[in-house]
């Protein structure tokens, strides 16, 4: 068992599909994730499973590798008690970016009626997809996640597989608005409502995965004075981004009315 | 249930808890890095809390809580108050918020006791956090009366 838990999820999910749905029904979503290069044994204490669930957790696929003999499953030392997942609260700092995760959820929500119909040697349709870019790249990209980059990330180890995941995904989203941008350029419609679907689908997973696993799994490890050090860092980029906050609200807020959207509360 | 007065001063013996002889393997050093440490005493202009994580901690804290040096006044500086029977709290509510504006404070623990009492000094820390001009991320700690952790949360 030992060889497994030192091994990268994905990998044992290749090796063993059965532990995949496994790991679904405990909402963990690793099947979805796409890097999976956290360690099998990592996945309890990231996801804070209670000392009972991961008993059961742990039991249930040494059973799918190992069907016929009893295997000794090691228990997770953990820093900070394993709770169980409850409901969560969010230290001050993360608080902040969650709300943020709020705004661009609305944005996202706004993308299928964007896209639907769109023509974009349409003046309208072009000014409303040139809208979404400029809301990604400065709001999600340059506010939002430059903060989870370049200060967030700079307190754990970067090399941490967690944190290589996440950052990937932010890489993968640039991809997306680089490939809207040409596509404007070429008036390619096909290519524009691909890749903003596709940002969407992105963004979707990433922002649920850093509220529920991600965040949470920060908030158990970060000590008072880096949580403070946090804010304070947030703060200052929350005063710089003030004209942007205002200005991405307002378009966010538009669009809502124009497809007479309620706002996610 | 008859009355039986005010929870914060009523008595309890705890008679199963026989000497501890959980000694620690070395002697635990002293975490505390100033003096003075009452909250009328300090001045919010002293070094030792500028950009500090500062514990203000309930006077009975420390004598409930076994591992109050080690686990919760290491790294920080301290200051200590008793939110029932202390005079002039107003000048408590000042000190605070000077803290926070003037020592631009990193963090701000507050350390209570159970006892219903206990929680004047948290709601001192919130009225000073509310009037101050900076804000800091405050976060309190509930001890029972044998030392056990009740609740921890972020203000
Ligand atoms: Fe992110
Ligand atoms: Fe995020």
């Known amino acids: 068992m030992e060889r497994y838990l030192n091994k990268g999820i994905?990998?044992?999910?290749?090796?063993?599909?059965?532990?995949?749905?496994?790991?679904?029904?405990?909402?963990?979503?690793?099947?979805?994730?796409?890097?999976?290069?956290?360690?099998?044994?990592?996945?309890?204490?990231?996801?804070?499973?209670?000392?009972?669930?991961?008993?059961?957790?742990?039991?249930?696929?040494?059973?799918?590798?190992?069907?016929?003999?009893?295997?000794?499953?090691?228990?997770?030392?953990r820093k900070n008690g394993g709770a169980g997942a409850g409901e969560v609260k969010y230290s001050p700092p993360m608080q902040g970016l969650v709300d943020e995760h709020t705004v661009i959820k609305r944005l996202l929500a706004m993308i299928p009626f964007i896209i639907e119909d769109m023509e974009v040697s349409r003046g309208e349709d072009r000014a409303l997809v040139l809208g979404t870019v400029d809301f990604i790249r400065s709001y999600?990209?340059?506010?939002?996640?430059?903060?989870?980059?370049?200060?967030?990330?700079?307190?754990?180890?970067?090399?941490?597989?967690?944190?290589?995941?996440?950052?990937?995904?932010?890489?993968?989203g640039r991809g997306?608005?680089?490939?809207?941008?040409?596509?404007?350029?070429?008036?390619?419609?096909?290519?524009?409502?691909?890749?903003?679907a596709g940002y969407r689908e992105l963004l979707k997973g990433h922002i649920k995965r850093e509220d529920?696993?991600?965040?949470?799994?920060?908030?158990?490890?970060?000590?008072?004075?880096?949580?403070?050090?946090l804010f304070a860092g947030f703060i200052n980029v929350d005063e710089q981004f003030r004209e942007v906050r205002a200005k991405q609200g307002a378009f966010v807020k538009t669009l809502e009315k124009k497809y007479k959207y309620e706002e996610v509360k | 249930m008859a009355f039986e007065g005010c929870p914060g001063s009523r008595m309890a013996h705890f008679q199963d808890k026989e000497a501890?002889?959980?000694?620690?393997?070395?002697?635990?050093?002293?975490?505390?890095?100033?003096w003075p440490v009452q909250l009328h005493l300090v001045s919010p202009l002293a070094?030792?809390?500028?950009?500090?994580?500062?514990?203000?901690?309930?006077?009975?804290?420390?004598y409930a809580l076994g591992d109050f040096h080690t686990d919760y006044l290491k790294g920080k500086s301290l200051a200590i108050a008793c939110p029932k029977l202390d005079a002039e709290q107003e000048i408590y509510v000042e000190k605070i918020k000077s803290l926070i504006e003037d020592a631009k404070i990193n963090t701000l623990t507050i350390l209570i006791m159970q006892v219903p009492c206990?929680?004047?000094?948290?709601?001192?820390?919130?009225?000073?956090?509310?009037?101050?001009?900076?804000?800091?991320?405050?976060k309190y700690i509930i001890v029972?009366?044998?030392?056990?952790?009740?609740?921890?949360?972020?203000?």
């Open chain 2, 144 to 155: 029972g009366l044998q030392g056990e952790i009740l609740q921890e949360a972020w203000v």
């Open chain 2, 20 to 34: 501890q002889d959980d000694t620690p393997a070395a002697k635990v050093k002293s975490q505390l890095r100033q």
């Open chain 1, 140 to 172: 999600a990209d340059r506010y939002h996640h430059a903060k989870e980059e370049d200060i967030l990330f700079k307190e754990f180890d970067e090399n941490l597989d967690i944190i290589k995941v996440f950052n990937e995904d932010h890489k993968i």
């Open chain 1, 212 to 229: 529920e696993v991600l965040y949470p799994w920060m908030d158990r490890n970060l000590s008072t004075s880096q949580i403070g050090r």
């Open chain 2, 118 to 138: 206990c929680s004047g000094l948290l709601r001192l820390a919130e009225v000073a956090a509310q009037s101050a001009n900076r804000k800091v991320p405050i």
């Open chain 1, 10 to 77: 994905k990998q044992v999910i290749i090796e063993f599909p059965a532990v995949g749905s496994i790991l679904d029904e405990y909402n963990i979503g690793c099947t979805l994730c796409g890097v999976g290069a956290c360690l099998l044994k990592d996945i309890v204490e990231v996801h804070n499973l209670s000392p009972e669930e991961e008993r059961e957790l742990m039991g249930r696929i040494s059973k799918v590798i190992y069907p016929d003999r009893v295997v000794e499953i090691p228990v997770t030392q």
């Open chain 2, 47 to 62: 070094p030792y809390y500028q950009g500090a994580d500062v514990l203000l901690s309930a006077d009975c804290v420390a």
């Open chain 1, 176 to 196: 997306h608005v680089k490939a809207v941008i040409e596509a404007l350029e070429t008036g390619d419609n096909r290519s524009i409502k691909e890749h903003l």
